[in-house]
């Protein structure tokens, strides 16, 4: 398993929807803004997510995206299998195999270290991620600046 850049902004992003209200929608444009992560590289990640039913497209006015299933279904290994694919295989999902001139013993180390890795990472959900007070500090924030803006907004139109 590998951890990339890719699949770090899967995390990030999906963190970003499992915070968010459950009940609506988040576009792609707010992840990108919150986050300083590239549309079209959103865009690209969330075609994955969407593949693999972890998270759900509204099209239309008031569309977005929404987590498919409750945060703590969701776990970080199956976001960055869903966007690196599983232990094991390349970016393809096809097995690897090893090298010319590789040492078997090498590859079946790497395999297993990845492996557990994935186990570990299996284990920690994005409701996990969420209940962190680091996390939970920056969502009270956001919180804030919406009803901030909700309320500058409702007196402009006054």
Avoid: C
């Avoid at 990030?12 to 590289?41: C, F, K, V, W």
């Avoid at 959900?125 to 409702?154: M, S």
């Amino acid at each position: 398993m590998r951890l990339s850049t890719k699949g770090r902004y899967a995390v990030t992003a999906m963190l970003n929807l499992a915070i968010h209200d459950p009940l609506e929608t988040m576009t792609l444009a707010d992840i990108s803004q919150r986050q300083g992560i590239s549309l079209s590289y959103l865009e690209q990640l969330f075609a994955k997510l969407r593949k693999q039913k972890l998270v759900k497209g509204m099209r239309g006015p008031g569309g977005g995206y929404r987590l498919a299933k409750a945060g703590d279904e969701i776990s970080v290994a199956q976001i960055i299998a869903a966007v690196d694919g599983k232990p094991g295989s390349d970016a393809s999902g096809k097995t690897t195999r090893a090298r010319k001139g590789q040492r078997r013993v090498t590859q079946e180390l790497w395999d297993e270290l990845s492996e557990r890795l994935y186990t570990f990472l299996d284990g920690i959900t994005l409701a996990d991620l969420a209940d962190r007070p680091d996390v939970k500090a920056v969502t009270d924030q956001h919180l804030k600046e919406r009803v901030r803006g909700y309320r500058t907004a409702k007196k402009s139109a006054a």
